[in-house]
T-cell receptor
């Protein structure tokens, strides 16, 4: 049974470029989460979708960040323009329901902005 | 000034010994808790969860204890193995709200 799938696994880009991170949640899960992990701030929630609808985007740093979930099996996190301080590991997680159930994480995308 | 990263508590144990990892959570209204294990270069992996109507739950080689009075959670790993070396996170949730993660504890198992 496939877990959460993220691509790319690694991304190196230059400041000012657009970056798009992709996530495929576990089939049958209807909640999807984007997190960012850094040494400075640990694991932070960026945005949360339920049934493809953004529920809480209060963690999105600023307008340079946007996330979409066009269907139940795909989500993107876009950074435009990227900055060096965006360098981090970005995780996608999915959950079966909208309540107290386990979130399952993908392997992450390691982003380096030069 | 110089910026510093999060200070990660560390725990070193001998292979075969039991490990106890502690976590103080912040919200007295939190009613769902999860322990995750994160190995280097990987995403957090679910270990065990517990709801606030319980004070103990056991899994395979792991036990989670919940003390709501002092807002404390612990993870006990029996017969610790080298493969248990990782960073362990506790996470708390209130109702149907989002999970909030602690800073993590780094467990090192000495062969």
């Amino acid at each position: 049974d496939a877990g959460v799938i993220q691509s790319p696994r690694h991304e190196v880009t230059e400041m000012g470029q657009e970056v798009t991170l992709r996530c495929k949640p576990i089939s049958g899960h209807n909640s999807l989460f984007w997190y960012r992990q850094t040494m400075m701030r640990g694991l932070e929630l960026l945005i949360y979708f339920n049934n493809n609808v953004p529920i809480d985007d209060s963690g999105m740093p600023e307008d340079r960040f946007s996330a979409k979930m066009p269907n139940a099996s795909f989500s993107t996190l876009k950074i435009q323009p990227s900055e060096p301080r965006d360098s981090a590991v970005y995780f996608c997680a999915s959950r079966k329901g909208a309540g107290q159930e386990t979130q399952y994480f993908g392997p992450g995308t390691r982003l380096l902005v030069l | 000034g110089e910026s510093v990263g999060l200070h990660l508590p560390t725990l070193s144990v001998q292979e075969g010994d039991n490990s106890i990892i502690n976590c103080a959570y912040s919200n007295s209204a939190s009613d769902y808790f999860i322990w995750y294990k994160q190995e280097s270069g990987k995403g957090p992996q679910f270990i065990i969860d517990i709801r606030s109507n319980m004070d103990k739950r056991q899994g395979q080689r792991v036990t989670v204890l919940l003390n709501k009075t002092v807002k404390h959670l612990s993870l006990q790993i029996a017969a610790t193995q080298p493969g248990d070396s990782a960073v362990y996170f506790c996470a708390e949730q209130t109702g149907a709200n989002n999970l909030f993660f602690g800073t993590g504890t780094r467990l090192t198992v000495i062969p």
